[in-house]
């Protein structure tokens, strides 16, 4: 109940955020505050330690144990081919557009444990096009990167993902690009030396430029609505004229955000990037 109590204190939970900007830089304030709180409980249980304050103490004078939290705070959630549909649509629609090009930039921004990076890395080999991408996958956890570099997963729902892969459009077998062994799966030289992995804060650092295609999905379901305005502007400066934005599912364009893009794909949150305003 402690700690229940302590995640739903707007005042300590708002010390608490003040803290973490000050002392580490990043800045959460904007997160919705519903399932930001719900997060706070959730580690608070987790750790046993007894209330908000006692954590930001802890936090401010351990950073290890700050980037534990952090993992706790900014979710953690990735998987293969996670909705079929939107990597048929972008298969179908959108990669035929990228053939024209003879240079093509792609961030992932929030790519978590990297799942979907190397989704989008098999459709663009099966496409002809990964020896032209420069991809870029980022996320705000430095132990998300570590994870992400290696490229190594459970096998555990295999059969599952495989289904997705078939689903997405997917042209052989998922062997083609991992190696089992031990009940893990790794991804192969080809696909892992074909991305630049690196720790980024969508909030708080700059954007890239100059971006042919962005993903950014399952990334703004966290934010406030303001942050999720900023960051959408911010994405558009990020973009070419005619770029794509990739969304998740549940997203969709937001306040002066909406001005920055166009629908292209809207049933699988496909939006097209215009000139700036």
Not at 7 to 31: C, W
Not at 115 to 136: K, Q
Not at 206 to 214: L, R, S
Request: glycine share 10%.
């Amino acid at each position: 109940m402690a700690a229940e109590t302590a995640a739903d204190e707007p005042a300590e939970l708002a010390r608490f955020l003040e803290a973490v900007a000050g002392r580490y830089g990043y800045d959460l304030r904007g997160y919705a505050p519903t399932s930001l709180r719900r997060r706070v409980a959730a580690t608070l249980r987790q750790s046993g330690i007894p209330s908000l304050p006692e954590l930001e103490r802890r936090i401010l004078s351990d950073p290890a144990l700050f980037m534990r939290v952090l993992d706790g705070l900014t979710v953690r959630v990735s998987e293969m081919f996670r909705d079929p549909t939107f990597y048929r649509a972008f298969r179908a629609r959108v990669v035929p557009l990228l053939h024209a090009k003879t240079h093509i930039n792609v961030w992932h921004a929030g790519c978590s444990t990297g799942e979907e990076v190397y989704s989008t890395a098999i459709v663009l080999a099966e496409e002809g096009l990964l020896d032209r991408c420069h991809i870029y996958a980022t996320d705000i956890s430095p132990r998300a990167i570590e994870d992400a570099q290696l490229g190594v997963y459970a096998v555990d729902g295999l059969a599952r993902i495989a289904a997705h892969y078939q689903a997405a459009g997917g042209a052989f077998d998922l062997a083609r690009y991992t190696t089992e062994a031990y009940g893990r799966i790794s991804f192969h030289e080809s696909l892992r030396g074909s991305v630049l992995f690196f720790q980024h804060d969508l909030v708080g650092d700059h954007v890239f430029a100059e971006m042919d295609v962005i993903f950014c999905r399952n990334v703004m379901i966290y934010f406030g609505g303001a942050l999720k305005e900023r960051v959408l502007l911010k994405l558009g400066d990020g973009m070419r004229p005619g770029g794509f934005l990739c969304l998740g599912m549940s997203e969709h364009l937001w306040g002066a955000g909406r001005g920055r893009f166009r629908d292209f794909a809207p049933n699988e949150r496909i939006y097209r990037a215009g000139e700036p305003s």
